[in-house]
């Protein structure tokens, strides 16, 4: 079965600093794979989605991940953190005839002043 | 603008009792789910459905059951509330295809007294 890692429960970021965020994947197959973001008292929100095409995703908010095969990853990116980025931010990932997603445990990031 | 609401933003309710959380999707998406999400595990699946009057277990079906009459709503039923099921309950739909992100509902965060 799939599944999804997210190391470190609480990321804390500068403002204006990268934010990373790190998402690794189990999959024997090539999988699909999406960045949610969840603010406060809300449901979550899609971030981005890689669906097999190109390999670097552009999302909203100034959002990007990138999909390597090789590493089995799909990292998070920002360049430069914004007060308004702070939310917790989930992976997750879905194999091609399987409607399931798999989640990760998700990142809480604060950023800082 | 895509939609999906929750009947509820609050409930608090007693120790065996019977409790329904509702979500009706104006998309017309084939499949629903509901998750439960708790502080430091992410999201976990609890039920979906891919079809009017279909379910599935998800990860965690132990103590729910699900109704799908129509279309656009999918029923939470906990037939006996413990206090093991207080969290918060999100519900989420999507098209028929695995690529297609889901979309989530503001969530309902239950509290079981």
């Known amino acids: 079965a799939q599944s999804v890692t997210q190391l470190g429960s609480h990321v804390s970021v500068s403002e204006g600093a990268l934010v990373l965020l790190r998402c690794n994947y189990s999959?024997?197959?090539?999988?699909?794979l999406f960045w949610y973001v969840q603010y406060p008292n809300q449901g979550l929100q899609l971030l981005l989605k890689?669906?097999?095409?190109?390999?670097l995703v552009k999302g909203i908010n100034g959002f990007e991940a990138e999909f390597k095969k090789s590493e089995t990853s799909f990292h998070l990116t920002k360049p430069s953190a914004h007060m308004s980025d702070a939310a917790e931010y989930f992976c997750?990932?879905?194999?091609?005839?399987?409607?399931?997603?798999?989640f990760g445990k998700g990142n809480q990031v604060v950023v800082i002043p | 603008d895509v939609k999906v609401t929750q009947s509820s933003r609050y409930l608090v309710k007693r120790t065996g009792e019977k409790v329904f959380l509702e979500c009706v999707q104006d998309?017309?998406?084939?499949?629903m789910f509901w998750y439960r999400q708790d502080p430091g595990l992410g999201l976990r699946l609890i039920y979906f459905?891919?079809?009017?009057?279909?379910?599935e277990k998800g990860d965690i079906p132990e103590g729910y059951s699900v109704s799908r009459e129509k279309k656009e709503r999918f029923s939470l039923i906990l037939e006996s509330a413990s206090t093991n099921q207080t969290s918060m309950y999100l519900c989420?739909?999507?098209?028929?295809?695995?690529?297609?992100?889901?979309?989530f509902g503001p969530g309902t965060r239950l509290t079981v007294l």
């Open positions: 989420a739909s999507s098209l028929g295809t695995s690529y297609n992100e889901q979309f």
């Open positions: 999959s024997s197959v090539p999988p699909y």
């Open positions: 890689y669906t097999s095409a190109a390999t």
């Open positions: 997750a990932v879905t194999l091609y005839g399987n409607n399931r997603l798999a």
């Open positions: 998309m017309d998406h084939e499949n």
């Open positions: 459905s891919y079809d009017v009057k279909m379910k």
